[in-house]
């Protein structure tokens, strides 16, 4: 912003090649295809010279200009005046770098002085009485008319700052002024006046009603859509209607006044195409991010850059985001070439304001529920027969080993709850605990209310030569874990301050800091929370209780081969097993911005970043009991404790030259940029520990183990772009990158991206203007390029060296005189020659702004190839011996579109400003395979044609209503290849039956099953759906009427199909695994019996969703699932407090909100126990757990505050 | 001010002084390349470190579960439910790969041979180790001694290799092992007496096994030809072992013959003058394994020898058990009494305690499925909890070796009675018992046993089944038996039913003879007293053959075993290895 304003007024300056212009000039009221309307051509100066006028519309209506005035002729803004102007008896006044007063000559004080001919004005000290507000126009009304006063101010609503220069107008049209430098307006209004307006460019324009006020401040919304905005690109910025390229942004509010803990939360569903998903809902989760779905095999993400640097955005404030913008074509994105293949995502954070003093405070207090139902059959008795009988039937055997009399006493405590839980019975012919509870497990383990809070604030402020801001945060959230209750705490700190040392530099340092550690029971490794709910899903029976009457606690019945949630429930009730994950994040970024020529700006930064991350596990050796009186021991003591540091290095170099040559204008950048990481982990185990307690490698006694490793890489390129426009109607626009990284072979490390992209501005050309009352904004936007991909998601070696053969060594459990040996053996194959992995993209773009940009829409279609992925080789041979060595290899095609709707308008309600939007964004796509080396077309793997994400699976046509059309179907139909757990079970079981699955042998060959498994022979399986999601969408709109404030937004994905995994025991139930520990409620009336032959399940067996080739673990129709959603992501309302009540308290601005996050959910899915964005894949196919055990998702109610000083 | 004008050039000059081509070019820091990794003898034997991870451990020698220690649930094996995988099933490659990059590559750090000898000795042992478990697991399997590339369509889509080829390129490597290693002594390492082991173990495989199946669907490879060389291989095994018990430092170890097999098991590190090389654990490095808890709690399947191979254990006297009169429906105390002490060597009998108590225990069958409760490896209560042993493992004995001597010397018919004397007498004194006689083993070759292994036939059919019965005795629990069945052509064992004690029906047991109940059986309701027996209910607790009327204790009755002489011989190759390359062929009668 700063930078373009400045170039802008340099441009004023040195401007070459001014050309002989034939203007006519019409004072007359006229109309016509050769006229212009005066304030349309003030309108073009404003957007074409980034400056602002203030006029009196009255004073300017009716007055035309040739369309043959070109506004592009002239060397700057103030040749262009006077020319313009004086024709019209009208002149101008500039009151500061960017805004002039409009005027007719004799009605201003300084009215006969020419007005041209002046440099630029330093704003001086009187300055502001200069522009103290004064009537710009009188009425010849006013004298037969009451007046009466009105005053008030103007403000920014996003960051309320002062507006100077809003114009105020009584809406009859018959007065208006303009408001002072400190936002300040008086007006005097006719007694009868109705309302004002208060209109600014790039701002929403207000109508408010005046009633009986007589003080009316006023907050403008800033013109998100507004076409005049600038927008971030890559090393510099560009004005929307300028832009080429596929370029999305979205401003602070979409961030702001939201219970969000991090940015990723509020980008879900913000940006067409830009697709955020959460591996799971735990305190802290991260967000992966994806620009136009599937990228390549390999996978590949977006370059994120914040404030130029590549960085995290999970570990930024989201109150400290001015902008984010995402590139997404090849042209956008070129810029960045070799990581930028799979788009780019540009964060700019808030940059200090002149002015005084700012304090910006803001709170939230949320509250967390899961989103899913957590109803589980609790009743001991029913779920030890329902387990049982699951078992039975497949394996031959029982699971609980309660005998009859067992049963006998649960089913007593169904109705009796005075029994106890625990007797001491001799089984096996020793005395032990003996259960018969009815336990809710998950109630046990597991919170239903988390906490949250959110606390932040904001410094900011500035003079003439510096400006700075200062953010802080602080964010807590409380887990669900019951015992030992997780807890995630983020803290950050920002300070930016900005020097302008000399009229030519600018001296600039952005710092960052973050901090952020989550505890949780248990151990495990990074994100090891989930592994709980993987655990304790087993063997956690309802009729077991978690604690003995002695008050030691449960893990094995004794009276079967399993324990209790495999022991992780004494972990978590012994309490001493814990882990911590702890992050920090310092990024310092030193740039210089020198301007040797008017026309030419230099800038060189300087980043660093440090990112020291650690985390320890601790296990101990758990105590339990079945025996009373004897104790018995579980698990191993060990500690383990990792710390990585991670130093990057970035420098940027770049200049700019931008001028205008008669109707053509030219933007010429180049420069240089490198990047180096360092990389190096310390690493410790110890055994057998002093402490339960105290963290220590130190604390072990036994079996020291420590290990270290390091990694660097390093990237430079050299890169341009080249902007030209003629007339603001032709762009044009070249970028090229030559990339060269550490990661390749000397001989295949550099590559060369260019792009080319072009626009057309149809709606500036004459023939458009019959239509220009309507569509005000009409562009045609195309572009083609190519980027790079060098794959660089991880610290691992194999990522960073992949074309270089290492050996590997590890640490033996062969011991040798006692002593486990350490060792050395061969590597994974590598490929000597690998190269990037290009893409190629074609993008076809249209922008449309309609009623005076009341709606705008832009619609981007695209393909991407993506050439050479860099995969792991064609599936070779067992013999290899290793995994295939990566190889450039495979392409991939990928279509898609995005569309972006947006209405905005203000008007009045009630006597009362109303001002209201509504916008839509929309993306798809769709991805193809069009190399693989998979000659067989193995199902298993990629092949030629596949569209990526399909699932094939055997049709399914009901149950079997009686044991005779079983029989009378098998005899013409062999099913046994889908009936694994049929054929393994036991005597009758064993047959098919009445209740069974009945697959449909599609290809007629008299047996069910999967043919070759390739491509030409499948067999019966055909493809049934689509893993990946299609149609993914957000819909926000938002209202503003009288200091209230309500926003809704829903976002969801329209198309995407999943089939439970193996383990989904949410979905399953005893399907899967017979005895796991949360079987949803009611589950008996989903098994099908003879009196319940439409159930939703088949006949009853155990393991069949859980075996190979079980009858519900081969994926079928029936049990396919639709997981498109729609989901009240957010509802907002909030109300700010009139201005007049604060004023005395010196408090610029107040705002409550109550706000909801997931509030609402409709999907076709079949159970409330998963959550469909739980289960929902990413567009790179990755998902937190195909068997939704992972952290559930919450919602959250909350609270919050803002306070502006 | 003026001075700042200088900065950016600086920069930019700063910036360019990384010239191209160094800044990008960044080598691994913490691994070494492979031209670095053989220079030293440390790395030779750091390397060659990697390959001992081939090596058995933990369950896979303890829990054998075939015909001769059975559990409460079957595993696909023993009940003939094995199906062709999709993919893997132990197709694995890798170790083979790790052993094929050394031996291509160990000269290029110009070590002398001297150096370099050992370890690549060492490297061979284990590839004749890879290639025997192959073989053993599929028959033909491709023969590489290299590691390949990725590109060589040639050796990835190479067909399957006779046996033939493999066993002989299996005995060069031990060969050149034999020739090369240490002859050493030494529990933890390979040495040249772990290689002679190894000979014989492989050629006695080969050799039992081609004799056995020559006439059925696995007595020739996969391109037709007729599988030969038994008798030669045979003699190797015999050669192999020979060497070991006339040159080597190895003994059996002796002590009282009440106790010296059970003490050879419990013992906290191996025994060296017989344990030639054993998988060794570690409490404070918690690299342990799960015996104790296996055998003694309800909660691991409940392990149990099979009363079938129970019965095959000789009288102390020699004479055989199942001569006995009424031996079927002997009860549990009077059937383990004047056995062979190896039985109570590797169960629970009467007076048996727990290391370092003195406190007699009954079996416990709530811990074991069949009532002979499993004691070998099991050492005193404190390492009772799940994976809490530290017992080292047997991978190769002495007593093996003798085994093996014996019966490629009987396969071969050329046997005499100072071979059994230096092999079977041994084991057989150790135990207390009298030595095995070949002219009356030969003359009256026992009936059960050749009941039980109806292939065995000709002169020496007597003392072959005296030297299986001494096999599956003196081996129990320690990772043969599955092979055993295979070459001997033995499968049907697995499909017969599996049995327990006898027990004539409900009542009160005293199973050890102190007098006091340890076992009540009932029918209905629970009878009253006996506090310290264990109760178990007949048909939900325990199994008896005719239920309520008696009989041997059944497992999984419900469950029918099947063994196909025409497909169980072999494992399936996963489907998509047969995809992936055409040239591969499945093993006989698996789809």
């Known amino acids: 912003m700063r930078f373009l304003s400045l170039l802008s007024i340099l441009l004023l300056f040195f401007c070459a090649g001014t050309r002989a212009q034939e203007t006519v000039f019409n004072t007359q009221a006229a109309s016509g295809s050769q006229q212009k309307q005066l304030a349309q051509v003030l309108a073009d100066i404003e957007s074409a010279y980034y400056v602002n006028f203030y006029y009196n519309e009255t004073e300017i209506a009716g007055k035309y200009v040739s369309r043959e005035f070109s506004i592009h002729a002239y060397k700057d803004v103030t040749r262009l005046l006077n020319r313009l102007l004086y024709n019209y008896q009208l002149g101008y006044e500039q009151v500061s770098d960017k805004y002039y007063y409009i005027f007719p000559v004799e009605d201003h004080p300084r009215a006969g002085r020419p007005a041209g001919n002046r440099a630029l004005t330093t704003i001086d000290s009187d300055l502001a009485n200069r522009v103290a507000p004064q009537p710009l126009f009188r009425t010849k009304a006013r004298a037969i008319r009451q007046q009466r006063t009105i005053q008030g101010k103007v403000t920014d609503a996003s960051d309320n700052f002062p507006l100077p220069g809003v114009n105020v107008m009584v809406k009859d049209g018959t007065a208006g002024v303009s408001t002072d430098l400190e936002g300040n307006y008086s007006i005097s209004v006719p007694d009868d006046a109705e309302a004002l307006t208060f209109s600014y460019v790039g701002y929403v324009s207000q109508e408010i009603g005046i009633g009986n006020q007589t003080t009316i401040n006023v907050q403008l919304e800033p013109d998100v859509q507004s076409l005049n905005q600038v927008v971030v690109v890559g090393y510099g910025s560009q004005k929307r209607v300028n832009l080429t390229g596929a370029v999305s942004q979205i401003n602070s509010e979409m961030l702001e006044d939201r219970p969000i803990n991090s940015v990723g939360q509020a980008l879900q569903g913000a940006i067409a195409n830009l697709n955020v998903n959460f591996g799971d809902g735990r305190p802290g989760g991260n967000a992966s991010i994806n620009v136009r779905g599937f990228t390549s095999i390999n996978s590949g993400n977006p370059l994120v850059l914040i404030d130029g640097v590549p960085g995290d955005i999970n570990l930024l404030n989201p109150l400290d985001v001015a902008s984010v913008t995402v590139l997404k074509d090849a042209s956008s994105a070129a810029i960045y070439g070799a990581r930028a293949a799979y788009g780019v995502v540009l964060i700019t954070t808030k940059q200090g304001q002149k002015g005084e003093l700012q304090v910006v405070y803001n709170n939230n207090f949320s509250m967390a529920t899961p989103t899913t139902s957590h109803d589980f059959m609790t009743d001991g008795y029913e779920t030890a027969r329902l387990i049982d009988e699951a078992f039975q039937i497949t394996t031959g055997n029982d699971y609980t080993g309660y005998t009859e009399e067992d049963y006998e006493e649960l089913r007593k405590r169904q109705t009796d709850r005075s029994l106890p839980d625990v007797v001491i019975q001799n089984r096996n012919g020793r005395d032990q605990y003996v259960w018969y509870g009815n336990t809710d497990w998950w109630d046990y383990f597991f919170r239903n209310q988390m906490p949250s809070m959110n606390h932040s604030i904001q410094f900011s402020g500035g003079s003439e030569k510096i400006d700075f801001l200062v953010s802080g945060r602080f964010n807590q959230q409380l887990g669900m874990m019951q015992m030992n209750q997780d807890k995630n705490t983020a803290y950050n700190l920002r300070a930016k301050i900005e020097a302008k040392l000399t009229p030519w530099l600018t001296l600039g340092n952005n710092l960052q800091f973050a901090a952020n550690t989550y505890n949780y029971p248990g151990s495990g490794s990074r994100g090891a929370v989930n592994t709980s709910f993987v655990y304790l899903g087993v063997h956690a029976l309802p009729s077991y209780v978690p604690v003995n009457p002695d008050g030691t606690f449960t893990f094995r019945s004794q009276l079967n081969n399993y324990g209790i949630a495999d022991g992780r429930n004494l972990e978590l009730q012994y309490g001493k097993a814990k882990s911590q994950e702890k992050e920090f994040d310092f990024t310092n970024s030193l740039n210089l911005t020198l301007q040797p020529l008017p026309t030419v700006t230099v800038v060189g930064s300087y980043s660093f970043n440090l990112n020291p991350y650690s985390n320890f596990h601790r296990n101990t050796v758990t105590p339990w009991s079945v025996y009373p009186g004897e104790i018995s021991y579980n698990g191993n003591d060990y500690y383990i404790e990792s710390s990585s540091t991670d130093q990057y290095h970035v420098v940027n170099a770049y200049a700019t030259f931008a001028d205008n040559f008669g109707l053509h204008s030219l933007k010429v950048m180049g420069g240089y940029n490198q990047e180096l990481k360092k990389y190096h982990n310390l690493n410790g185990r110890a055994n057998n520990l002093l402490s339960e307690d105290l963290n220590a490698l130190d604390l072990g006694t036994s079996d020291h183990q420590v290990g270290s490793n390091s990694v660097e890489w390093a990237l430079l390129g050299f890169f341009g772009r080249i902007n030209y426009s003629f007339a603001d109607k032709y762009l044009l626009e070249l970028n090229g990158r030559y990339d060269g990284t550490s990661h390749f072979p000397a001989g295949s490390r550099y590559g060369f991206f260019p792009s080319v992209s072009a626009g057309w501005r149809l709606s500036e050309e004459p023939f458009f203007e019959p239509l220009k009352n309507t569509i005000s904004e009409l562009k045609l936007r195309g572009s083609f390029g190519s980027l790079g991909n060098q794959s660089l998601s991880t610290n691992l070696r194999s990522a960073n060296y992949p074309y270089i053969p290492v050996m590997n060594t590890g640490l033996s459990s062969w011991l040798m005189d006692g002593q486990r040996v350490q060792y050395l053996n061969v590597g994974n194959p590598v490929t000597p020659a690998l190269t990037w992995e290009r893409t190629t993209s074609v993008n076809a773009g249209l922008d449309l702004a309609f009623l005076n940009n009341q709606l705008t829409a832009s619609f981007d279609i695209y393909e991407r190839q993506t050439m050479d992925m860099l995969i792991p080789g064609k599936t070779l041979p067992g013999v290899f011996g290793a995994p295939s060595p990566r190889q450039n290899a495979a392409d991939l095609e990928t279509r898609g579109f995005e569309l972006t709707l947006n209405w905005q308008q203000a008007t009045s309600l009630g006597g009362k400003p109303f001002s209201y939007n509504a916008g839509i964004v929309l993306s798809d796509s769709k991805s193809y395979i069009t190399r693989f080396d998979n000659p067989q077309k193995l199902l298993n793997d990629y092949y030629v044609g596949e569209r990526i994400g399909q699932i094939w699976g055997y049709t399914v046509d009901g149950y079997f209503q009686s044991d005779e059309e079983a029989a009378s179907y098998e005899a013409i139909v062999n099913q046994d290849y889908v009936n694994e757990t049929r054929l393994r079970s036991p005597g009758d079981a064993s047959r098919l039956q009445a209740g069974d699955l009945k697959f449909v042998d599609l290809n007629g060959d008299g047996v069910v099953n999967d043919g070759q498994n390739t491509l030409d022979d499948h067999g019966d399986l055909s493809v049934l759906g689509n893993s990946l999601p299609r149609y993914a969408y957000g819909i926000n709109a938002g209202a503003n009427w009288n200091g209230f404030d309500l926003s809704v937004f829903f976002q969801g994905v329209g198309k995407q199909d999943w089939y439970p995994g193996s383990e989904t025991y949410f979905y399953w139930g005893v399907y899967g695994r017979p005895y796991y520990s949360f079987i949803p409620e009611n589950f008996r009336s989903k098994i099908w019996s003879p009196e319940n032959p439409d159930a939703y399940f088949p006949k009853l067996r155990g393991y069949s969703a859980r075996d190979g080739r079980g009858a519900l673990r081969v994926y079928n129709n029936k049990y396919m699932q639709s997981i498109a959603y729609i989901r009240l992501k957010n509802l907002t309302l909030g109300y700010t407090l009139p201005a007049s009540l604060l004023d005395r308290w010196n408090i610029a601005r107040i705002r409550i909100y109550f706000s909801g996050e997931n509030l609402f959910t409709a999907s076709p899915l079949e159970t409330d126990y998963v959550d469909p964005e739980q289960v929902s894949a990413n567009p790179n196919g990755g998902r937190g757990d195909n068997d939704a055990r992972n952290y559930p998702f919450m919602k959250h109610y909350s609270f919050g505050l803002g306070i502006t000083f | ?591």
Not at chain 2, 208 to 226: L, P
Not at chain 2, 496 to 524: E, N
Request: proline share 6%; with cysteine.
């Open chain 2, 1 to 591: 001010m003026k001075k700042t004008t200088y900065i950016l050039p600086i920069l930019i000059a700063g910036a360019s002084l990384f010239s191209c081509s160094d800044f990008l070019d960044r080598q691994p820091l913490s691994e070494l390349s492979p031209g670095s990794s053989f220079g030293s003898e440390n790395q030779l034997r750091q390397y060659t470190n990697s390959f001992y991870g081939l090596l058995p451990s933990g369950s896979d020698i303890y829990d054998e579960r075939t015909d001769q220690i059975i559990t409460t649930t079957f595993t696909d094996e023993q009940q003939g439910t094995r199906t062709v995988p999709v993919s893997g099933g132990g197709w694995d490659w890798g170790a083979l790969r790790n052993i094929n990059f050394f031996l291509e590559n160990y000269s290029r750090g110009g070590l002398s041979e001297t150096i370099t000898a050992p370890y690549v000795g060492l490297a061979k042992f284990f590839r004749a180790w890879f290639y025997f478990e192959k073989v053993a697991r599929y028959g033909d399997v491709p023969w590489y001694s290299q590691a390949l590339e990725a590109n060589d369509s040639t050796l990835l889509l190479k067909p399957r290799d006779s046996r033939m080829l493999i066993i002989d390129s299996v005995i060069a490597d031990l060969d050149a092992a034999i020739a090369s290693l240490p002859a050493s002594q030494s529990s933890d390492r390979i040495t040249r007496w772990t290689a002679l082991a190894l000979k014989s173990r492989v050629c006695l495989f080969e050799g039992t096994f081609r004799k056995y199946h020559a006439n059925d669907d696995f007595g020739q490879d996969s391109r037709g030809n007729a599988l030969t060389g038994a008798e030669e291989l045979l003699a190797l095994s015999a050669a192999a072992a020979k060497e070991l018990m006339d040159n080597s430092p190895y003994s059996l170890y002796v002590n009282d013959p009440e106790s010296a097999y059970h003490e050879l098991f419990i013992a906290p590190s191996p025994i060296n003058t017989e344990i030639i090389l054993a998988r060794t654990f570690s409490e404070d490095l918690q690299v342990v394994h799960n015996v104790n808890y296996y055998t003694v709690s309800p909660s691991y399947g409940k392990p149990g020898l099979e009363k079938g191979f129970v019965n095959s254990y000789l009288m102390r006297d020699g004479s055989r058990f199942t001569d006995q009169p009424g031996f079927a429906t002997m009860q549990f105390y009077d059937e383990v009494q004047n056995r062979d002490p190896r039985l109570s060597g590797t169960i629970r009998t009467p007076g048996y305690t727990r290391v370092g108590s003195s406190v007699e225990l009954p079996p416990d069958l709530g811990a074991t499925v069949t009532g002979y409760q499993l004691i070998k490896y099991v050492s005193d209560p404190s390492h009772d909890k799940i994976n809490g042993s530290v017992v080292p493992l047997p991978i190769f004995r002495y007593a093996e070796v003798l085994l093996n001597y014996a019966e490629a010397k009987a396969e071969t018919g050329t046997i005499t009675q100072e071979d059994l004397d230096a092999t079977i007498g041994l084991l057989r004194t150790r135990a207390g018992m009298p030595s095995l006689d070949l002219a009356a083993a030969n003359a009256n070759p026992d009936p059960y046993l050749a009941g039980r292994y109806p292939h065995v036939s000709g002169p020496n059919q007597g003392v072959i089944l005296e030297i299986r019965r001494e096999r599956g005795i003196e081996l129990v629990m320690e990772d043969f038996r599955w092979n055993d069945l295979m070459r001997w052509k033995a499968g049907q064992l697995l499909a017969q039913p599996f049995h327990g004690a006898y027990f004539p029906g409900p009542g009160s047991y005293d199973l050890d003879g102190d007098g006091a109940i340890d076992l009540v059986l009932f029918t209905g309701d629970r009878p009253p007293g006996n506090p310290d027996a264990q109760f178990l209910k007949l048909g939900s607790d325990i199994t008896l053959e005719n239920g309520a009327d008696g009989g041997r204790v059944i497992v999984n009755a419900n469950i029918a075993k099947t063994f196909r002489e025409d497909r169980d011989y072999l494992y399936p190759i996963a489907t998509q290895e047969l995809l992936l390359n055409p040239n591969l062929v499945q093993n006989p009668n698996w789809e």
